[in-house]
């Protein structure tokens, strides 16, 4: 395990400004700016700001503010933040970020959990977290390294809380965070505290969605299922294909990744009503300084082949809450939740927030977190 400090080569920058100035945009098709997918206007906008206005440094300076560690494994690299709590007996949290994010989405929530007592929270809430660039993802990268899916980065999780040791320890985790926390519920759950998840993984049975009360879920999933998964169809098939425009293009990359900020986050349209550009451009360039983008994307590639980790036959046993926020991608109704979820002893419905709710909702989500452990110290 050794420390770590994050620092681009001044060629790196000069070169993804340099393909920034050369970039071809496509028309604009008739209608309205995001009907299709990325609105070309606003991303006319937002490359203008990343080649002349973004300041990476400052973004590089937030997140080394931060402890960090790498350790080189046969299977490749893990990077992580561990940053110690401040308070009388602070709890270990595993934080764990999904796609398309990074531990950028940290940044402002970090310290929340850390020092709540900064914040004006009892410093009795205090966790020491440890929040890793998920395996693939980020500094968790070289080339060539083996890819995983869910049950493998669950394991490697949990040996690096063991290597760390913290035998016993709490979860958080959004996106695929959420998916693996789930996993860890069912096959660690003997060192887990709890998990914490502000997205959830439920049953999708024709069977179980025919009952009356799932009816709203129902329309839901077949309006996500019909319109918004374009993106795991390619990812989970032709992972390797996708991953060249990505890896070339800047711009490209941009464009996949803001179309999921506009679409998953609590924003009315305007997706900087929930995010600055400056945090969506620091979780991209961190894509793509690292060349990760191509690695993130196996998740999906082996659950498409493996199916879901957890289901009613095999629910998770760990003491579980989630923070549902109403922009999230998918709302499972409670009871469909807890067929998966044996022991769901929270439920939180928050007013405002969608899927990126650690950048949106840092506050809310960080009380949320500490209420819910605060019973299980």
């Known amino acids: ?31 309205e700016p995001w009907a299709y997918g990325t609105s070309v206007n606003y991303m006319r906008s937002l490359v203008a700001y990343w080649r002349d206005g973004f300041d990476w440094r400052a973004q590089e300076a937030k997140l080394n503010a931060y402890p960090q560690f790498r350790i080189s494994r046969d299977d490749g690299e893990l990077h992580f933040l561990h940053v110690p709590g401040k308070g009388p007996k602070p709890m270990p949290l595993l934080l764990m970020h999904g796609w398309p994010g990074s531990v950028f ?44 899916g869910v049950e493998e980065i669950a394991s490697i999780m949990a040996g690096l809380m063991a290597d760390l040791g913290y035998e016993k320890f ?25 998990l914490h998840v502000n997205m959830l993984s439920a049953p999708r049975d024709p069977s179980a ?35 060249f425009a990505l890896t070339d293009s800047p711009v490209g990359l941009a ?12 924003c009315g349209g305007d997706v900087e009503t929930a995010l600055t550009r400056d945090q969506m451009l620091a979780n ?13 994307f196996y998740p999906y590639y082996f ?22 926020f109403p922009k999230e991608m998918l709302r499972p109704p409670r009871s469909l939740a807890q067929k998966t979820f044996a022991d769901l002893r929270r439920w939180t419905v928050f007013p405002r927030g ?19 452990f605060r019973d299980l110290r």
């Open 209 to 243: 969605l025919a009952d009356p009360e799932f009816a709203a879920f129902k329309a839901e999933l077949k309006h996500w299922l019909d319109e918004e998964t374009g993106y795991q169809a390619i990812q989970g098939t032709k992972p390797q294909t996708l991953s």
């Open 170 to 194: 709490a979860v958080q985790g959004g996106d695929w965070g959420a998916n693996i926390a789930g996993h860890m519920g069912r096959v660690f759950a003997e060192r887990l505290i709890g």
């Open 303 to 324: 659950r498409k082949r493996r199916g879901w980790t957890i289901s009613p036959d095999q629910p998770a046993t760990a003491p579980t809450a989630y923070a549902a």
């Open 1 to 31: 395990m050794t420390p770590f400090t994050l620092h681009v080569p001044d060629a790196d920058i000069a070169d993804l400004r340099d393909r920034l100035a050369r970039a071809r945009f496509p028309d604009a098709a008739p209608g």
């Open 105 to 148: 989405e940290f940044v402002d929530f970090l310290p929340r959990l850390t020092d709540p007592a900064a914040f004006g929270g009892d410093p009795a809430d205090a966790f020491t977290v440890v929040a890793p660039s998920l395996p693939g993802y980020g500094l968790s990268f070289r080339p060539g390294q083996p890819r995983h």
């Open 255 to 266: 464009a996949w990744v803001v179309e999921k900020f506009q679409s998953w986050t609590d």
């Open 354 to 372: 969608g899927h990126f709710a650690a950048m949106e909702q840092p506050e809310a989500l960080a009380a949320d977190v500490a209420a819910f």
């Open 284 to 296: 991209i360039s961190f894509y793509w300084f690292t060349r990760a983008i191509g690695s993130s």
